[in-house]
């Protein structure tokens, strides 16, 4: 007895005693916390689908259509509001969809989100890209593109523009009987790929690469599931044709300006020729050969692709509403009789700014049918938006 009385006393007994009580107080505080935590913090509605696939099989059902808006948004806008959760692909994805939406995270870049891309589109796009790079790495690589891209390097490339572009129309486009059915978008896309390839690569536009870069577009949101007969599988192959190619080029082009003594900083080379800066980076060690093919690949896509379906849909548009076909035309015609350099059919960037018509009837057309569906971005903090809580780590898709 005196021995059971001297254990229940002894310290040892008193310490176990006080921590398992402190553990179940610990533990019930714990409890009570998180349950008004979830009382406080809103996830947005919707569903999240099976474990790990989510509803990732109805996205990309949606997706092979060109139906993402239409049969995956849209039926959930309806049921759940502007914000709602699911998965897709292996990740727990608030879907935004509005202005209001659009303006909160591309404000918040880097802030709240930074991109984070799905698997098979990093690793088609490149992981070297722009799309990929955060902080000073991005704004390094935006440094080296912007003066490429912008107004000012367009306006010397209009004239060459506009040859690419006639050149285009002689030899798809050229029929004298009126019988020829043109696949516009598709014609279109080859079109805007050639600009990209002439104009800013410098390089010849070939068909077979045009072809692989289509294979590679396929694949971009498929699942990545790398084994024979699969999109992606087929996608990895073209991108490496792809690839092979473009290092091709950037080592020939290396070359000559090396035995020119070109060698500048990249924001000392003129503006108009996107290769020449990229390449002149490279000398300089700005960036690496892997970072200047993957920029390139990311802006094909993003060239050719978008500016395309804005064609296509624009001319469907002035199609189907024939009062604006003809103020289109009209202002056209008008430009064209006042012209100083009337017997050069080149534009001019003068000519361009006076397409004031023109220009409203594409950005109305964009309005109605945007190029891109949207774009993903990751929460690095926990995210208060219209009510409900975005958990960090969570993805976030917002959607024109």
């Known amino acids: ?9 002894s310290p040892f007994a008193t310490l176990l ?8 107080v610990f533990a019930l505080e714990k409890k009570r916390k998180t349950q008004r935590s979830n009382q406080v913090r809103r996830t947005p509605p919707g569903e999240t689908g099976l474990p790990w696939i989510g509803e990732t099989m109805e996205w990309y059902r949606a997706q092979i259509k060109n139906r993402v808006f239409e049969d995956f948004i849209k039926p959930r806008v309806q049921k759940h509001g502007t914000t709602f ?9 608030v879907i935004v969809n509005g202005v209001v939406a659009n303006r909160f995270f591309l404000s918040n870049e880097f802030k709240l989100v930074v991109s984070s891309w799905p698997t098979s589109s990093v690793q088609l796009m490149g992981k070297n890209s722009i799309m990929e790079k955060i902080g000073e790495q991005h704004r390094s690589i935006r440094g080296i593109l912007a003066p490429s891209l912008g107004t000012g390097a367009l306006e010397p490339l209009v004239p060459k523009i506009c040859e690419v572009v006639k ?8 029929d004298q009987q ?13 079109l805007t790929f050639t600009i990209m390839c002439e104009c800013l690569l410098e390089t010849k536009a070939e ?3 045009f072809e692989c870069f289509e294979k590679v577009l396929e694949g971009v949101f498929s699942l990545p599931l790398n084994f024979p007969g699969t999109s992606f599988w087929r996608a990895r192959r073209a991108r490496a044709n792809i690839e092979r190619v473009l290092v091709n080029v950037v080592r020939k082009k290396r070359e000559e300006m090396e035995q020119q003594d070109y060698i500048r900083s990249s924001h000392e080379v003129g503006a ?3 290769l020449s800066r990229l390449v002149s980076a490279l000398i300089q060690g700005e960036i690496t050969e892997a970072e200047v093919v993957d920029n390139v690949v990311l802006l094909i896509f993003a060239a050719h692709d978008t500016t395309s379906f804005a064609i296509a849909m624009t001319f469907k548009m002035l199609a189907q509403h024939p009062d604006c076909h003809s103020l289109f035309l009209q202002e056209h015609m008008e430009i064209k009789r006042n012209r100083s350099t009337k017997d050069d059919d080149n534009l001019t960037m003068e000519d361009l700014k006076k397409m004031t018509y023109t220009w409203q009837v594409v950005r109305e057309t964009i309005r109605l049918f945007p190029p891109i569906f949207g774009s993903f971005r990751k929460a ?10 975005i958990t960090k780590g969570w993805k976030v898709l917002w959607t024109a």
């Open 85 to 93: 959760k699911t998965r897709l692909m292996g990740s727990p994805t």
């Open 207 to 209: 068909e077979g690469i």
């Open 167 to 174: 050149a285009h129309f002689i030899k798809y486009w050229n």
């Open 1 to 9: 007895m005196a021995t059971c009385i001297d254990l229940a006393i």
């Open 17 to 24: 005693v006080a921590l398992i009580t402190f553990l179940i």
């Open 380 to 389: 690095i903090e926990d995210i208060e938006f219209e009510g409900f809580t």
């Open 178 to 190: 009126g019988e020829k059915i043109i696949p516009l978008y598709r014609s279109a896309k080859f």
């Open 272 to 274: 108009t020729s996107l």
